[in-house]
């Protein structure tokens, strides 16, 4: 299993400013795919976030994972290959931020609650996804990751965690 790098490593961050290169369907086999699926996912879920990049763990590509619950309780991952923001919709909004990679620290981040974002399902397959609210906050967070943008980058109003707080995206 790899670990979530953070920006307490200069190396690590370093890394996780660094854009990342297209995810390349070509040079990965089925199974490869299914397991990193599967890795990203269980070192969200392992980390209790709701959205994981792959350079968080250490992969130059793009590609994310995030986790959502709907009202009725139910889990739905979304497993994101070359995502791209086509369209912001709506007002934007301001609500406060964590990140696995900037532990401690809480911030208060302008985003556009709803976005259609495009990219490639774990197939190859091209998709379009419309988001509204948590989940389009997450998928803004999540391609920021992927351009080497950090939230502290576009965050207002820095805090340390309090101790019953925990990092959400």
Do not use: W
């Not at 379009?128 to 943008?149: S, T, W």
């Amino acid at each position: 299993m790899r670990k979530i790098f953070t920006i307490a490593d200069k190396n690590e961050e370093k890394f996780l400013r660094k854009k990342t290169r297209d995810f390349d369907f070509e040079k990965f086999s089925k199974k490869e795919i299914r397991d990193l699926c599967q890795e990203m996912r269980s070192e969200m879920l392992k980390a209790k976030g709701i959205g994981l990049s792959a350079n968080q763990i250490g992969y130059d590509f793009k590609m994310f994972v995030a986790g959502f619950s709907d009202k009725n309780g139910i889990t739905k991952f979304f497993y994101v290959f070359n995502p791209k923001i086509e369209k912001a919709l709506k007002e934007k909004e301001i609500l406060e931020e964590g990140c696995l990679s900037v532990p401690e620290i809480f911030g208060e981040v302008e985003r556009f609650e709803k976005v259609v974002m495009s990219g490639q399902d774990k197939n190859g397959k091209h998709i379009k996804i419309e988001a509204r609210g948590l989940l389009a906050r997450v998928f803004q967070h999540e391609a920021d990751h992927l351009n080497g943008i950090l939230f502290i980058d576009k965050a207002k109003n820095l805090r340390k965690f309090r101790d019953n707080e925990k990092a959400r995206i």
